[in-house]
């Protein structure tokens, strides 16, 4: 079955305490991208890779970093995570922009 | 700040009644229009998409309509259904980034 897939999807950390959601898709595509979801802003995207080892910044870069090593693989990494991380996050993908994006089922963060 | 518009936040429709969600943008440089849809609890998915060089695009009881013009697209959900309900998301895409609009709740009263 093709999917994006999104772990953990639920967690409660503390602030500064770094955190990675894995996210992996088994359809071979090239673009790869990080949303997070708030009430009343909609979906803001936070990186994107257009393929393996690039990587570019989206609207709300700061704070969360990525890596693209496999095509499949697109882990978004917080550093040191504070409360106004606090949202729902959502990997996509796609084979390019213009198609459609696969979304995955979303991770819900909590950052105390 | 919000690169596309959406209007309205929420809306409440009678099962059978017409469903619209309104959105502009500004940046000329964006060159697709996708409209996503989410259900509670899962990922948005996609429902349909219009290129500016098209003014009228119509999926089942889905249309898309583009006014390049004046930069605005809408989306009309025609006999809208119960199964309808669900937060709509228009968007534009320019390069390799895709802006979203703030979404509206649709809700369809049976």
């Known amino acids: 079955e093709a999917q994006v897939t999104q772990n953990p999807r639920y967690l409660i950390t503390v602030t500064g305490k770094k955190l990675t959601v894995t996210c992996s898709q088994n359809m071979n595509h090239e673009y790869m991208s990080w949303y997070r979801q708030d009430p009343g802003l909609g979906l803001r995207q936070i990186y994107y890779s257009m393929n393996v080892e690039v990587t570019d910044k989206g609207d709300v870069p700061e704070g969360y970093k990525v890596s693209r090593k496999e095509k499949r693989n697109f882990p978004l990494i917080l550093e040191s995570p504070s409360p106004n991380q606090t949202s729902l996050y959502f990997c996509?993908?796609?084979?390019?922009?213009?198609?459609?994006?696969?979304f995955g089922e979303g991770s819900r963060l909590t950052v105390l | 700040q919000q690169q596309v518009k959406q209007s309205p936040q929420s809306l409440i429709v009678q099962k059978g009644g017409i469903s619209i969600i309104n959105c502009a943008y500004e940046n000329t440089a964006f060159d697709y229009f996708p409209w996503y849809q989410q259900f509670p609890g899962k990922g948005p998915a996609l429902l349909i998409a219009?290129?500016?060089?098209?003014s009228e695009k119509k999926e089942g009881r889905f249309t898309i309509s583009f006014n390049k013009s004046a930069k605005q697209f809408s989306l009309h959900i025609m006999d809208s259904q119960p199964g309808d309900s669900a937060t709509y998301f228009c968007?534009?895409?320019?390069?390799?980034?895709?802006?979203f609009g703030a979404g509206t709740t649709v809700t369809v009263r049976a």
């Open positions: 219009i290129r500016p060089d098209v």
């Open positions: 968007a534009a895409v320019n390069d390799y980034k895709l802006s």
């Open positions: 996509a993908s796609s084979f390019r922009l213009t198609t459609e994006l696969f």
